[in-house]
Structure formats: C-alpha cells, structure tokens
C-alpha cells in the first residue's frame, strides 16, 4: 500500500539458517510495525518501532530481530532460534499525529517457506 | 492486555445476502479502523472511527462505532463476489499502538 516496500515477495530458507526480510517505506511515518501471518489467522505483532533507534518488543518476538537505524527502514531477521518460521511476513507504517493514531499502511509482504 | 475480539471467524454467504462482522473490545479505544484482507494479498485500509457513535458508509458497507467505544460493527449490504476476503478491526490502543482482531473471512457463493 501507498510506500511500502518488502522485498522478496517469496523466500525460501533451510532449516537453521538466519535470513532478513526487507521493509522499506517513502512515506516519512514514524512507527513501522512487523507481524506475522499463519493460514487463516489474523496478524500477530512480531516487533514495533516509533522512533530511530528504538524498537519494542510485540506479542512474538522469540527468534526475531529487528534494527531501526534509519526512518525509512525496518529490516526483520528470523534467526535460527525460531522453531516454526513458515508464514507470511507483513511491515507495515504508520505516522504517528499528536493524541489519535494514523492510518496504518501495510507492504505486500513477504512469503517465507523453511525448507 | 487489551484485545480485541472479533466474530464470526468464518461467514458463508449467498451472493445477495447481507453480511455483517462484530468487533469488542476490553478496554474503552481511541479509534477503531476497518481493514479487507483479499486472497492472497495484504491488508488495506477501509475506513476509521473516531467520535463515539460514529456511523460512516461507504457504498454497500457501513460502519459503526458504539457509543461507549468498546465495540464496532461492519454490515454489507446485498453482498457480491468481489466482497471475499477477510476483514479485520483494529482499535487504537493506550499506548498509540493498533490492536487486531483475528479477522472475519467472508465467502460468497454466486
């Protein structure tokens, strides 16, 4: 939606392996929020960020890492440490106005498949 | 925590029919925002309450947000093939976060 951008739509990873999922956005929000997917589940929050720098951890975030060193970046790593990452990976974004919240603008997601 | 609750989890329809998706929640919310999930795609926007007792529509779907702010509803009217997909609320919370409900799936048959 709008400026968001996930790359790559689909991944496919080995058992044990680390991989980073992209989560780009041109919209100049300041929070950008991660979730995870599972077929025919709603969305769970993996991990947030409002500001550069700071991150905070959502209702998943075991076996994930993420880094907010530039507004318009929020990359996600699911480590090797999480035990069933098959899912669809969606980033989403959101400007942050005074006392009520935004709209909050999601990326096509990424599909990742362990191998 | 806060949560949001949302039902029925599935709803099958007859082309035609009406179709409406429940949503409560625990706590009093700031907003409350409608998104549709379409097969195989991402979830997009639809539409935000804000003011207690809000209603808003938009063609065939209406929206309604309750007076003490805990709970919402959408209703479409005279559903067609193009409404499949899953919706979601999501209220704001306490802490300017946005919190989902599981989603309802909406089937409809020709």
């Known amino acids: 939606d709008g400026g968001i951008t996930q790359s790559p739509k689909y991944l496919f990873r080995k058992e044990g392996q680390n991989v980073t999922l992209s989560c780009e956005q041109n919209?100049?929000?300041?929070?950008m929020y991660w979730y995870r997917q599972d077929p025919g589940q709603g969305l769970r929050l993996i991990y947030y960020?409002?500001?550069?720098?700071?991150?905070q951890k959502g209702d998943i975030a075991e076996g994930y890492s993420v880094s907010r060193e530039k507004k318009e970046s929020f990359p996600l790593t699911v480590t090797s440490a999480q035990k069933n990452p098959t899912a669809f990976y969606l980033c989403?974004?959101?400007?942050?106005?005074?006392?009520?919240?935004?709209?909050?603008?999601f990326g096509p997601g990424t599909r990742l498949t362990v191998l | 925590g806060q949560q949001v609750m949302q039902i029925p989890q599935y709803q099958h329809v007859q082309e035609g029919e009406d179709f409406t998706t429940y949503c409560n929640s625990s706590?009093?919310?700031?907003?409350i925002q409608w998104y549709k999930q379409r097969p195989g795609g991402h979830p997009v926007f639809l539409i935000q309450?804000?003011?207690?007792?809000e209603v808003k529509k938009q063609k065939r779907l209406t929206f309604q947000f309750g007076e003490a702010k805990k709970n919402s509803s959408l209703h479409i009217t005279a559903t067609q093939t193009t409404d499949v997909g899953t919706y979601f609320c999501?209220?704001?919370?306490?802490?300017?976060?946005?919190?989902f409900g599981k989603g309802t799936k909406l089937s409809v048959k020709p």
């Open positions: 999501a209220g704001g919370g306490s802490q300017g976060n946005l919190i």
């Open positions: 989403a974004s959101r400007r942050l106005a005074g006392v009520s919240t935004d709209t909050q603008y």
């Open positions: 309450l804000v003011k207690s007792g």
């Open positions: 706590t009093t919310l700031s907003n």
């Open positions: 960020s409002q500001i550069v720098n700071d991150f």
């Open positions: 919209l100049n929000h300041d929070a």
